[in-house]
């Protein structure tokens, strides 16, 4: 009997309720845990704010290996966190986190998050030798809220810590991890080619923090034309597409007339079209062509 793996929004529900029910099921000191269920006929999310009780670290430390367990199956990714990331946490300047109720919560929010992808897109990264693993931390010494690196030996790394613009910070990491993998299997010189067209003729990118202007951002200027969506996309070509890639992920519909007509919306196509040619798993009404040719 032949069995068919479950869409990703089917089982983002599933992993939902395992953590539901099972902390449920629990006694002792009550706490408030928001659980999002997705409608599986939209990409919207509907919470449910409900009273959890516990008393023991034992069960907290099942819930979290089973959810665990769970989502790197489904998403192809290696999920690492606690105690078990002290020495990594030492090297990226980041704090480990303990509280496993705060664990679990950013285990739900990556779920939700993850659900927004078509099956099997990491598993076509690992397939070429590469390994994508998620660290779950507490916070950075530097005032990041999140970071990618890759290795020589082929680890795609994304660090999250529990920040409040989570899903921006987990979409800007995750296309890092894409352009990682482009970078060393396809010719991403050729790919964005037309990218410096997107920017003002006279433009370059700087990695002084301090000598950056809100010449041409969104929302920073209304004289200009627009083609950065954030103030930090005038960092560097890398991490201005993956802010623009963040902004496809997590802005509203709201969005669409102000980035209609504007170079902001010409690498938003380009990412979508780069996207498409490189990943087999990606087919068409992916999430982010929200903004696809607006």
């Known amino acids: 009997m032949t069995t068919t793996k479950k869409s990703n929004k089917e089982f983002s529900v599933t992993v939902n309720l395992i953590i539901f029910l099972t902390l449920i099921c629990l006694v002792g000191i009550t706490r408030l845990l928001i659980v999002h269920i997705s409608d599986k006929n939209t990409f919207e999310n509907v919470s449910i704010i409900a009273e959890i009780n ?66 099997g897109l990491i598993k076509e990264i690992q397939d070429k030798g590469y390994k994508v693993s998620v660290y779950i931390v507490d916070s950075f010494n530097n005032g990041n809220v999140a970071l990618a690196n890759r290795t020589s030996n082929g680890y795609f790394n994304i660090f999250l810590s529990d920040a409040s613009d989570f899903a921006k910070a987990f979409h800007h990491e995750l296309y890092h991890i894409l352009e990682y993998y482009i970078k060393l299997e396809y010719d991403i010189e050729l790919a964005y080619i037309n990218w410096d067209k997107y920017n003002p003729s006279d433009f370059k990118y700087e990695q002084d923090v301090t000598k950056l202007t809100y010449n041409n951002v969104y929302g920073l200027d209304s004289q200009r034309e627009l083609c950065f969506v954030s103030l930090y996309s005038k960092f560097s070509e890398s991490e201005d597409r993956a802010e623009v890639f963040s902004s496809m992920m997590v802005s509203n519909e709201n969005y669409k007339k102000n980035y209609k007509a504007s170079n902001i919306l010409n690498k938003m196509n380009n990412i979508t079209q780069v996207l498409d040619d490189v990943f087999a798993s990606i087919k068409s009404n992916m999430y982010w062509e929200r903004y696809k040719n607006i």
């Open 54 to 119: 516990y008393d023991s670290n034992m069960d907290l430390d099942k819930t979290l290996s089973k959810v665990e367990n769970t989502m790197e199956k489904h998403y192809d990714i290696d999920i690492y966190y606690g105690d078990m990331i002290q020495e990594i946490a030492t090297i990226v300047q980041a704090n480990v986190l303990q509280d496993k109720i705060t664990t679990l919560s950013i285990m739900q929010n990556l779920n939700n998050e993850f659900q927004k992808y078509p099956e």
